[in-house]
């Protein structure tokens, strides 16, 4: 028996029922209409608001001339890629269009709000009945058919509840898409201001500066003003999984917003470098930069730089700007030798002081952004324990 936590509402709340799919929902099988946008299902994001464009759509993805061979959907329906349903590809249509006939579309009636079942279905037990019933000798060529989707069992509350619970989790949704806003709006903010901090190409002095500083900047190579440490992984039979052990970084892999994050130790120790050095992938996609708050080892993925904060931000706009894909090599993947990273151009001013200046005025905008980033990632922890409590009964709430 499922235990649920008293609430004090439970005693005038209906109890959950038990359905079939085929019981909530029926398979529509309308052809499409010119003039309807060609709606995608992603694992990530669901069904989209309307039609993407080529470049959202990526190169695999070909497009049917043939309207009527597409399938409609309307507003409120339930559709799955029948080939990725197990990975979580399935969602409910907020805008009337069309699909692949790939997918599959599931007209709901009214035992559901279309809405809850967006979030329902995307519950790790439900994509993991999904993964049961779909067929196929390997994982990669399992396929979710109607005659497989209807039997799987789902218990849902009544629909007043239902709404509710869509009223929470949609509002909970909002709060991550704000902070999410406001994120790409300070690194937005960040660029545009590395633009114009830095000088532009040909030129020695910046657009804007701080107050008191009037020498041209010079023109280093990265050799000349820093230290600079390329890689050489140890011996992969030295790998650990002991985090008292080296921490080995070795690509791009291992950089993320900006940071060193640890993965994979190592009881040998090779190439190194400290904390509070820079480490930049030179390998695919070269160029990613990050700091280090650990003393690592450094594997052939990377190069480790003894760099003060503005070179850190300096790397970041050249990485940015597309320096390195000018200057990277390589048949299998993309990379830089190690004559490529000390002979990388860099423009720099010539008092120290302003190189501070600059420097800090970025920590300080990378500490906000990385504020909002933590914030917004509660909210998403918040999301999933809602989703556990209510979507499970743990938790009810009224209609």
């Known amino acids: 028996m499922k235990k649920r936590i008293n609430t004090g509402l439970q005693s005038t709340m209906s109890q959950w029922s038990d359905y079939r799919m085929d019981e909530i929902y029926t398979e529509r099988k309308e052809p499409g209409e010119v003039g309807l946008p060609v709606l995608s299902v992603s694992i990530h994001t669901g069904v989209s608001d309307g039609e993407?464009?080529?470049?959202?759509?990526?190169?695999?993805?070909?497009r049917i001339a043939d309207k009527t061979q597409y399938r409609k959907a309307k507003t409120?329906?339930?559709?799955?890629?029948?080939?990725?349903?197990?990975?979580?590809?399935?969602?409910?249509?907020?805008?009337?269009?069309m699909v692949s006939p790939a997918y599959i579309v599931a007209k709901p009636n009214d035992k559901v709000w279309p809405l809850f079942m967006d979030y329902y279905m995307k519950t790790p037990r439900m994509i993991e009945t999904i993964h049961r019933q779909s067929y196929g000798v390997t994982d990669f060529r399992l396929r979710l058919y109607w005659d497989s989707f209807a039997p799987i069992r789902c218990t849902l509350p009544?629909?007043?509840?239902?709404?509710?619970?869509?009223?929470?989790?949609?509002?909970?949704?909002?709060?991550?898409?704000?902070?999410?806003?406001?994120?790409?709006?300070?690194q937005r903010f960040k660029n545009g201001a590395l633009s114009k901090m830095f000088p532009k190409?040909?030129?020695?002095t910046p657009e804007i500066r701080f107050p008191g500083f009037t020498d041209a900047w010079e023109q280093r190579k990265l050799g000349e003003i820093c230290q600079v440490t390329m890689g050489q992984s140890p011996d992969g039979s030295t790998y650990s999984e002991t985090p008292s052990d080296?921490?080995?970084?070795?690509?791009?892999a291992d950089l993320k917003n900006g940071w060193v994050f640890p993965r994979i130790w190592t009881t040998q120790k090779t190439k190194s470098a400290e904390a509070g050095d820079l480490i930049m992938s030179v390998r695919a996609p070269?160029?990613?930069?990050?700091?280090?708050?650990?003393?690592?080892?450094?594997g052939r993925g990377v190069a480790g730089i003894k760099g003060n904060e503005f070179i850190y931000q300096s790397l970041v706009k050249m990485d940015s700007?597309?320096?390195?894909?000018?200057?990277?090599?390589?048949?299998?993947?993309?990379?830089i030798n190690s004559d490529v990273v000390n002979g990388?151009?860099?423009?720099v001013p010539q008092d120290k002081a302003e190189q501070d200046r600059i420097g800090g005025y970025f920590a300080s905008l990378d500490h906000f952004i990385t504020l909002h980033q933590r914030k917004r990632n509660e909210e998403i922890r918040k999301k999933k324990a809602l989703m556990l409590l209510l979507l499970t009964g743990i938790v009810r709430v009224k209609g």
């Open 321 to 335: 700007d597309g320096y390195w894909k000018k200057l990277a090599a390589g048949s299998t993947f993309e990379s």
């Open 344 to 347: 990388a151009e860099l423009v």
């Open 286 to 298: 070269a160029g990613a930069i990050g700091k280090t708050s650990y003393n690592v080892v450094l």
């Open 158 to 186: 009544p629909i007043e509840e239902q709404l509710r619970i869509a009223e929470i989790l949609a509002t909970q949704d909002r709060v991550i898409e704000l902070y999410g806003r406001k994120i790409e709006e300070l």
């Open 52 to 62: 993407l464009d080529e470049e959202e759509l990526g190169k695999k993805v070909k």
């Open 76 to 97: 409120g329906d339930l559709v799955f890629n029948m080939m990725r349903a197990w990975q979580g590809a399935i969602g409910v249509v907020k805008t009337d269009g």
């Open 246 to 252: 080296y921490i080995l970084v070795q690509g791009n």
């Open 201 to 204: 190409p040909g030129h020695s």
